[in-house]
T-cell receptor, first 112, second 112 residues
Framework: DAGITQSPRHKVTETGTPVTLRCHQT?????MYWYRQDPGHGLRLIHY???????DKGEVSDGYSVSRSKTEDFLLTLESATSSQTSVYFC???????????FGPGTRLTVL | GESVGLHLPTLSVQEGDNSIINCAYS??????FIWYKQESGKGPQFIID?????DKRQGQRVTVLLNKTVKHLSLQIAATQPGDSAVYFC???????????FGGGTRLMVKP
């Protein structure tokens, strides 16, 4: 357990509504990541952060934005959710100076 | 671009037997590899890692083998138990430490 929590754990929403997912860590890790996991695609990087207010895009960033106003929280926002964003979302942290990433429990998002 | 390649087979083994899960990678610049275990409804869990300056690394009941010549990674689980049933996937670091590329996964089913 790397001290990562995600909220909510499950959410059902309608197309066109905004959605924000929260990742919270308790151990002051610099790097945080958001992934989505879909059948047949494995884990794909959406955005990542390398410090407060420092973020960058990943492989599948279209339709998503992120914010990191403090070290412990990394927020993922879907400004206007679409059905193609139905997925399981995982947050991860990079442990210290190592290359190892540890994952949170995930958020299952369904967009109707 | 180059990425970890992992077909998505299902490996079925008898409890007590040894399991071998394979992963092929294509980026010769990758210098760090991780195996993750993911149980249904949970986030990926770190199992074991290996750097490219090693050929073999052992953990508790698990061994990772790296063959750089043919760009192949394997995870061996000794005396497989029902609790080992999960999806296993490998990841590689080919980008100076900050991002991982993930394979698709292999489902391991352990028959009692």
């Amino acid at each position: 357990d790397a001290g990562i929590t995600q909220s909510p754990r499950h959410k059902v929403t309608e197309t066109g509504t905004p959605v924000t997912l929260r990742c919270h860590q308790t151990e002051n890790h610099r790097y945080m990541y958001w992934y989505r996991q879909d059948p047949g695609h494995g884990l794909r990087l959406i955005h990542y952060s390398y410090g407060v207010k420092d973020t960058d895009k990943g492989e599948v960033s279209d339709g998503y934005s992120v914010s990191r106003s403090k070290t412990e929280d990394f927020l993922l926002t879907l400004e206007s959710a679409t059905s193609s964003q139905t997925s399981v979302y995982f947050c991860a942290i990079k442990w210290g100076s190592t290359d190892t990433q540890y994952f949170g429990p995930g958020t299952r998002l369904t967009v109707l | 671009g180059e990425s970890v390649g992992l077909h998505l087979p299902t490996l079925s083994v008898q409890e007590g037997d040894n399991s071998i899960i394979n992963c092929a990678y294509s980026n010769s610049a990758s210098d760090y590899f991780i195996w993750y275990k993911q149980e249904s409804g949970k986030g990926p869990q770190f199992i074991i890692d290996i750097r490219s300056n090693m050929d073999k690394r052992q953990g508790q009941r698990v061994t990772v083998l790296l063959n750089k010549t043919v760009k192949h990674l394997s995870l061996q689980i000794a005396a497989t138990q029902p609790g080992d049933s999960a999806v296993y996937f490998c990841a590689e670091n080919a980008n100076a430490g900050n991002m991982l590329t993930f394979g698709g996964g292999t489902r391991l089913m352990v028959k009692p």
